[in-house]
């Protein structure tokens, strides 16, 4: 248990579907991650949030929308997925130094 | 972010030490050297994170050589629960800085 919570932890959706991934902590951070892990490949990060503000996207098409409303939650809204988009989909929090991660959320896309 | 070079896997017996390597010869003076693990399927867990001292926790230790080019995890008493993906990472310690992960050693754990 790390303080950081994601739900769902299994999604499968069609491509028409449109549905939201939840993350929160429960650790004072002011920092907040979403991470892609396609099978076989490393992470890959997608989004930061400082503060409730996004300070990185890391070319992640627009079917992805992610959503900090403040520093404890963090969203992923998404619409029109690809079947290559099935995936673990991983948040973090941190302050400056180690982040920790939540469970995952396995998203499989039909 | 600074590049890290680890090797593909590892085996390891139970009940031994496990020495995991990493090369990071373009490491800059800022950076530190963190470790995690990913056990299969879960999100990745924290391990230990050093500058230029060795440091050690209840899970680790972390030697870092003095020019600081390359560092070693060790794992004093190695567990089947230690087979796992690790991950040497080098970043600056700040706010929303992100970790670039590379592939990782896989580490099994046999008894």
């Given at each position: ?8 932890r ?32 490393p ?68 | 972010d ?13 009940g031994?030490?496990?020495n995991?390597p ?11 050297v ?38 070693t ?19 600056v ?19």
């Open positions: 248990e790390t303080g950081v919570t994601q739900t769902p299994h999604l499968v959706m069609g491509m028409t579907n449109k549905k939201s991934l939840k993350c929160e902590q429960h650790l004072g951070h002011n920092a907040m991650y979403w991470y892609k892990q396609s099978a076989k490949k992470l890959e990060l997608m989004f930061v949030y400082n503060f409730k503000e996004q300070t990185e996207n890391n070319s992640v098409p627009s079917r992805f929308s992610p959503e900090c409303p403040n520093s404890s939650h963090l969203f992923l809204h998404l619409h029109t997925l690809q079947p290559e988009d099935s995936a673990l989909y991983l948040c973090a929090s941190s302050q400056e130094d180690e982040q920790y991660f939540g469970p995952g959320t396995r998203l499989t896309v039909t | 600074a590049k890290t070079t680890q090797p593909t896997s590892m085996d390891c017996a139970e031994r030490a496990a995991l990493c090369n990071h010869s373009t490491i800059s003076g800022n950076e530190y963190y470790w995690y693990r990913q056990i299969h399927s879960q999100g990745p867990q924290y391990i230990i994170h050093g500058l230029k001292n060795n440091e050690t926790n209840e899970m680790a230790s972390l030697i870092i050589t003095e020019d600081r080019k390359s560092s995890l060790i794992l004093p008493h190695a567990t089947l629960r230690d087979t796992a993906v690790y991950y040497c990472i080098v970043r310690e700040e706010y929303g800085n992100k970790l670039v992960f590379g592939a990782g050693t896989i580490l099994r754990v046999k008894s």
